[in-house]
């Protein structure tokens, strides 16, 4: 086994079948650091990490890994507590691995990009601080992975391969430069490469004047990608919170669908994220009550139902909730159905 | 939850994987459960289970071990 002392994670064990054959990699052990959100390192910190991978593992890192963490590679279980404390000293904790949270990742946000619409920084190192127990102590079904990106750009591909996925969207309009799409008119054809290919056919370019109709605007990115000059988020900025991605490498990936359409995350910021805790935790406590065995989130929610599952964690349903449009056009309503049942006792 | 009643539900705790060590692998939720229901009388909740299993850990009397997901064992599997 491989691991260090009161961790039930961090520590990825890798032992060889032949290890007669190959007695160098009889054991290749990972560990896995927390990494600075956004990966801003001082490079004297990094020459001390280099020094410790050096003399306690095989000297390779993986920066970073799939997970978002540091990896640190081929050490044995011999080496494993004394590289943790070196690198505990210098700052560095474990992060995630087996069945419980993974270390939450973010893009780089509004660290370097302008169309962060919130700090993603900021709320991923919230989270990890409040989760370490859910992090190092691994008490669920199976893994559970947090990332927060700070536009419908997704430059970490949140919504594809985490649990629960923090995705930056505004409300108001996207915010217009006239000018600037005059000087952006001169260089490519706006009709052709950013009108026509609005998903939701909600831009119009004529006469020189660029127009949106923003309720039909779907968040895509793609006209503000193409002109970031000329085009900026609507000023009123949140996220959106989906639940249920998962990316396994051999079968069956899926997309989350949308939890909370318009999720107030600078409002909840100024109150250290007390909504979005409440509901991480009400959301671990169904997986925990009613989750199987290396079941994640997502599939459980399929298995009972979108239904059931909101009903246990206090979330009314919304026509935002869906995964794909849907194709029978047969609804059953239970509120409607119990007057009846009682109508007919009465009768009956 | 008092001193006693944590001391109590490690040596429950300690016991019980002793007890199915080699037959069955406890997860840590199984384990709070366990001791949930156990302790039913005494009014200890889920977090009170992991408190007391945190010191188990901490202080290495159990470990963590992997196989297609976690559970809590005895420190000897550490040689194994
Ligand atoms: C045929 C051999 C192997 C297969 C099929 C395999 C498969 C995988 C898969 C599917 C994942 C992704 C798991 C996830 O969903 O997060 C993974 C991750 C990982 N594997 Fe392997 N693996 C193999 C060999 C190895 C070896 C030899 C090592 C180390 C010496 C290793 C170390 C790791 C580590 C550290 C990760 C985490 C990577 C990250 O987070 O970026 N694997 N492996
Ligand atoms: S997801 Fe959006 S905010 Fe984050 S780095 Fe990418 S473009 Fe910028
Ligand atoms: S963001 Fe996408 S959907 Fe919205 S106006 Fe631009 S291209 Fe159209």
Redesign the pocket.
Known sequence: MAGVRGYGGGI?G?FSDEPDEYPGVKE?H?ARLNQIEGFFYTSDVLRKLADICDEHAGGLF?FH???G?I?I?GFKQEEAEELFQKCTHLGFDLGGSGSALRTPSCCVGPARCEWATYDTLHITDNLTREFQNEMHRPTFNYKFKIKCAGCPNDCIASGARSDLSIVGVWKANIRIDQKEVAEYAKKFDIKKYVVDKCPTHCMDYTDGKLTIDDSNCVKCMHCINSMPKALRPGLEKGAQIRIGAKV???QDPRLGFILIPFYDVNKDKEEDYAFLKDLIQKIWDFWDEYGTNRERVGELIQRVGVGNFLEAIGLDPLPEMVEYPRANPFIKFEEYLVPDDEEEGKEG | MTDEQKQKIKEFVVNLVKEYHGKKRFKPQDLEKEVEQNFQSENITRKDAKAAIKELTDNGELIYGYAGGSFLTLPEDQTQ
């Open positions: 990825v890798r290749y990972t993986n890994g799939s997970t963490d990896q590679l396994p490498m051999v």
